[in-house]
């Protein structure tokens, strides 16, 4: 069962997608897609907590107090800052600082962040 907003991802080929909607089932490489769950695998924390801080007109996200890698092997994908019903997505690449900046008016956000090796992690 797909649920809405939840991270899947294929253990064979390393994809990971988000749903948007409400589904049966998400398969890739002949195999149902895992559902994964934030701040699950060993890791350390202090590397992979996103840290949310407000700025005039919106916020900024750092992967974590200790700034995580951006290898090639080991690098942060994506960050994504949540407002309610909306979100949004940053992109990331090896070699970029693993830090977003996003504009936002919202009083309440949250922020995941995805690790290439560590998986989902969630802001506290
Ligand atoms: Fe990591």
Redesign the pocket.
């Known amino acids: 069962m797909l649920k809405k907003r939840s991270i899947y991802y294929c253990a064979d080929c390393g994809i990971t997608l988000e749903a948007l909607t409400d589904g049966k089932e998400a398969k890739c490489c002949g195999k149902e897609m895992e559902q994964l769950v934030e701040n699950i695998k060993e890791?350390?924390l202090e590397?992979?907590i996103p840290i949310i801080e407000k700025l005039d007109g919106g916020y900024k996200v750092t992967v974590g107090s200790v700034l995580?890698?951006m290898e090639e092997a080991?690098?942060?994908q994506w960050i994504e800052l949540n407002e309610g019903d909306k979100a949004q997505i940053k992109f990331m690449s090896p070699g970029q600082e693993p830090i977003a900046e996003f504009k936002s008016d919202a009083d309440q956000v949250s922020a995941r962040e995805h690790?290439?090796?560590?998986g989902l992690w969630k802001s506290n």
């Open positions: 890791a350390s590397k992979h995580h890698p080991h690098y942060i690790c290439n090796l560590h």
